[in-house]
Each structure stands twice: as C-alpha cells, then as structure tokens.
C-alpha cells in the first residue's frame, strides 16, 4: 500500500508564489511518474505537470513557464514550485505517482485571490 500526502497549499494574491509537496510512503521499491493535478470548482481534474523518474518534465501549456515541478527519489517527494499565481489557478491539487499501479493523495487547496 502507498500513501501520498501533499501540503503547501493556502490563499495567496495574484502574482504570488506557493510551493507544494508531496511524500510518498508505504510498500515502495521504487516510484516511476510522479505528477500533479488540479480540479477547479465546477470543471474537470487537469493535468498540471509531470515527471518522470529521469527527470523528463511535461506541463500544461497553461502553466508553463510559470511552474516547475521536481522530484527527491531518494526520499520519495514531488514538489510543485508556482510563480506569478493567477485566479484561474485556483483549485484543489493532487499529485499522484505511479507505483505498481497509480495512487493519489487526498489534494490540497490552493486559492489564489485577485
């Protein structure tokens, strides 16, 4: 069983940074992609960035170059640094990894005001 546990978020202004993480613990061998995802009021969960073990990196063209997203294999974490917030980012997210199948953590709300 794996767990993820992601935390950073909060209310922050337009413009603003946060920076989220997220651990991962459990029955774990080694993590493959890790990954975070967003769910607005009313829309659908959306990716927001990817990463795989090497390090490769997907993002959303709406955040790119705003967010950055990196990884700790040896302890297991994924963090998601986000620059110049704007309204429309705000969401709840999750990341997820892929460990012998793909787990979730519980998301954190990220509100940012304008």
């Known amino acids: 069983q794996v767990q993820l546990v992601e935390s950073g978020g909060g209310l922050v202004q337009a413009g603003g940074s946060l920076r989220l993480s997220c651990a991962a613990s459990?029955?774990?061998?080694?993590?493959?992609?890790m990954g975070w995802y967003r769910r607005a009021p009313g829309k659908q969960r959306e990716l927001v960035a990817t990463i795989t073990s090497g390090g490769n990196t997907n993002y959303a063209g709406s955040v790119k170059g705003r967010f950055t997203i990196s990884r700790d294999n040896a302890n297991n974490r994924v963090y998601l640094q986000m620059n110049s917030l704007k309204p429309e980012d705000t969401a709840v997210y999750y990341c997820?990894?892929?460990?012998?199948?793909?787990?979730w953590g519980q998301g954190t709300q990220v509100t940012v005001s304008s």
């Open positions: 997820n990894a892929v460990v012998r199948g793909i787990y």
């Open positions: 459990g029955t774990i061998f080694s993590i493959g992609a």
